[in-house]
Nanobody, 120 residues
């Protein structure tokens, strides 16, 4: 069994910063691409940022220059450093990872989500 557990969400004022963390645990052989998605009320889930196993990154236009994704492969962890936060960044943020299980198939896994609220 594989689990993704996010942490680091919360309430922050506009212009503030937060760092989200996501740890993959369980019967893991290897972790490939990892990413962060978000879903605001009444909107579809959207990709925020992704990172490959060799650290190639991709960002949504709305977060370029403000958010940074990075990972620690030894700890199967991905981070999202969010700076200059805006009210439009308010959403539930989900971690996503492409994982090969020990003695199992390759599949995509999701975390349970962490709420980020940007408000004064």
């Amino acid at each position: 069994q594989v689990q993704l557990v996010e942490s680091g969400g919360g309430l922050v004022q506009p212009g503030g910063s937060l760092r989200l963390s996501c740890v993959a645990s369980g019967s893991i052989f290897r972790v490939y691409d990892m990413g962060w998605y978000r879903q605001a009320p009444g909107k579809q889930r959207e990709l925020v940022a992704s990172i490959t196993s060799d650290d190639t990154t991709k960002y949504a236009d709305s977060v370029k220059g403000r958010f940074t994704i990075y990972r620690n492969n030894a700890e199967n962890t991905v981070y999202l450093q969010m700076n200059s936060l805006k009210p439009d960044d308010t959403a539930v943020y989900y971690c996503n990872a492409d994982i090969i299980r020990l003695y199992g198939p390759q599949d995509w896994y999701w975390g349970q989500g962490t709420q980020v609220t940007v408000s004064s």
